[in-house]
């Protein structure tokens, strides 16, 4: 072999030593920007006070609202979040330290008191702040201010953010709220990360190595047609969700009133199957039996909070036309849960019509077996070992119905 060869060879791989290194170094750094808080393995539930009180809060409604948790049994059924959303800071931050204020009229105690009071009764406490100038209502909020703010709501011991999208400057949302996320990583708290840009600039394609779930629309109402549409659009986007980073369609309305019952039902069932978190948005202190019921529903959270963490998706009546007042035919939704399980709902998109003798066929809804142990969990019924498939003989109009599916075990010879 020539020297000349030697040489060339040589340069060949300290070159290629340079290039791996660089590449090492931008792995290093990907991985040190990702989200690692430990959060979110599966998805939040707890309270938020936004979808009834808006701006009227106060920490004598935070209490209320932890006490509720705990009276109504909504904690023992995994209901654990305490969540402050917009107007609790005062109008200007302080001179000196630059740091948020609680408002000394509404939050006298401040919020430290306030998740002290949460943690000492097994609940967690979480704030709300925007990444812009000002929050939604026109209070200071964290653009800028990021560090000084992450490290406050750690020093109160907060253990979640809401962080909204107003008044941002039409500076990008994945610079914005990336900010955050490292500042709150710097920390070392673990506060779960709530991203609520309004699934705008398609934040499911970069949420997951930001924050712990991500809004995917527009802010819900408690209204049919608001929850319809809202779902429509985050169906679609199964495939971006998985542990540690959800999909959000925003939060539950269930118990503000304005929906019927089977309404609420429906709403439920299908975030619940979405892996949304699950954060109750009414007055739990006057909340009515039948809407409690729903948010209670054991079965149907065990939906939400499979370990596998997949979302379900649309699979039978999932064109545009299937979701409209209008529609012809039942929507089947199926999403894949632990030891070869399967969470499955049927809904009435229809506004007047119900839809009767509607069959559910395993074959054609591509589950893995043709034998499974059926159970109804809006009834509780077991309805058995059922092969191939099995008939519901009406599903009325804006109703769901949910099914789980279990494996027969093996005889034991």
Partial sequence: V???????????IVRMSRVFCIIGLLALFCFTSALDNGEGKTPPLGFNTWNHFYCNINENIIKQAADALIKLRLKDAGYIYVNIDDCWMANARNATTKELIPDPKRFPGGIKALADYCHQRGLKLGIYSSAGTKTCQGLPASLGFEEIDARTWARWDVDYLKYDNCHHDAQSSLVRYSKMRDALNKTGRHIYYSI?????????????????????????????????????????????????????PDMLEVGNGKMKTVQYKTHFTLWA?????????????KIKNEDLDILRNKDVISFNQDKLGKQAKCTIGCADTDFSKDSKTAQITVGELENGAYAIAVTNWNNNTPFKNVKVNFAQL??????YKVKDVWSGKDMGLINDEFTIPEVVSHDTFAFKLTKPQPKQF
């Fill in 2 to 12: 020539s020297t000349q060869s030697t040489w060339g060879l040589q340069g060949l």
């Fill in 196 to 248: 609520c840009n309004w699934g705008e600039e398609k934040v499911w394609e970069w949420g997951t190595k930001v924050g712990n779930s991500w809004r995917t629309t527009g802010d819900i109402e408690d209204n049919f047609d608001s929850m319809r549409n809202i779902y429509k659009a985050n169906v679609k986007l199964s495939q971006f969700a998985g542990v540690g980073g959800w999909n959000d």
């Fill in 273 to 285: 199957m979405a892996k949304s978190p699950l954060l109750i948005g009414c007055d739990m202190t």
């Fill in 366 to 371: 591509a589950l893995a077996a043709k034998s």
